[in-house]
């Protein structure tokens, strides 16, 4: 199991609905009703997204051995995964950076590249995959994003325990800055906030973050991590004023187009 997957089971994950909310709306107006198809859950937790017809686009830490050869689970059908293909500026935290002050290990996160692809051994019928946004004027948009993690809110901020639910939601944000390889995004309190505001928590990893123009989706993000301050040991995530990370796909289109193509 990998070291960031435990690192995210106790920062980053009461109630029975996924990612964390406004404290002052009910938890049902975040349930989704019906779950887009695109919308891919990985052999363990996290998420990943139908681009392709054979190829799901997910974040690199999701990945915690090789998954090759197991199923995942598409619509309605289950479809083998032929292979695994990790960006090579993507690693792992020494464990050094795993206690004491967050700061090394936030700008560790920032630093590397969290995507992947996972090909499938057949193509996927009957769906619709995603687009992939190309642009670069992220900031300033809203975003609805999905998640079935762990849920919490505002006030509280998230609890591990319930990332067992995997109950699919989702939430609203507006993306504030665009840079290099990251969206970012602020939790920001009710005065503030969109009506179903919200941040991502654990187990949420990889789920979508889509805009709409002219009613289609199209894919911007891939939830990522959360930023932390002071010690590890205190961290709580999912609070008011947190600021959410997410890949930003735009940045990848090469990198993504020439795995396809390859």
């Not at 059908?77 to 695994?84: A, D, L, Q, R, T």
């Not at 290990?105 to 995507?115: A, G, H, P, T």
């Not at 507006?174 to 991502?200: Q, Y």
């Not at 805009?211 to 010690?231: A, K, M, R, T």
Request: glycine share 10%.
């Amino acid at each position: 199991m990998k070291i960031l997957y435990l690192l995210f089971f106790c920062f980053f994950s009461i109630g029975s609905d996924a990612v964390v909310m406004r404290h002052d709306i009910p938890p049902e107006n975040y349930v989704v009703e019906k779950t887009p198809e695109y919308l891919i859950d990985m052999p363990h937790e996290g998420h990943g997204v139908l681009i392709n017809s054979q190829w799901i686009l997910t974040v690199a830490h999701t990945i915690f051995y090789d998954y090759v050869g197991k199923s995942l689970m598409v619509g309605s059908k289950n479809y083998e995964i032929e292979s695994v293909h990790i960006h090579p500026d993507y690693s792992e935290p020494d464990k050094s950076l795993l206690k004491g002050d967050l700061a090394p290990l936030m700008r560790f996160f920032k630093s590397r590249s969290d995507i992947a692809l996972i090909k499938l051994t057949s193509p996927v019928s009957g769906i619709e995959p995603i687009n992939i946004y190309t642009g670069k004027s992220e900031e300033g948009k809203k975003i609805t994003v999905y998640g079935k993690g762990a849920t919490g809110n505002g006030v509280t901020g998230e609890y591990p325990d319930t990332k067992s639910l995997r109950v699919m939601s989702h939430f609203q944000n507006v993306i504030e800055s665009a840079e290099g390889n990251w969206l970012a995004f602020k939790f920001d309190e009710p005065a503030n906030a969109l009506s179903l505001e919200g941040m991502h928590g654990s187990g949420d990893s990889g789920g979508a973050s889509v805009i709409f123009e002219d009613s289609i989706p199209f894919l911007v993000g891939l939830s990522s991590w959360q930023l932390g301050h002071g010690d590890i040991s205190t961290f709580k995530g999912g609070l008011y004023g947190t600021i959410a990370y997410q890949v930003r796909v735009s940045s990848y289109c090469d990198w993504i187009l020439g795995v396809l193509d390859s």
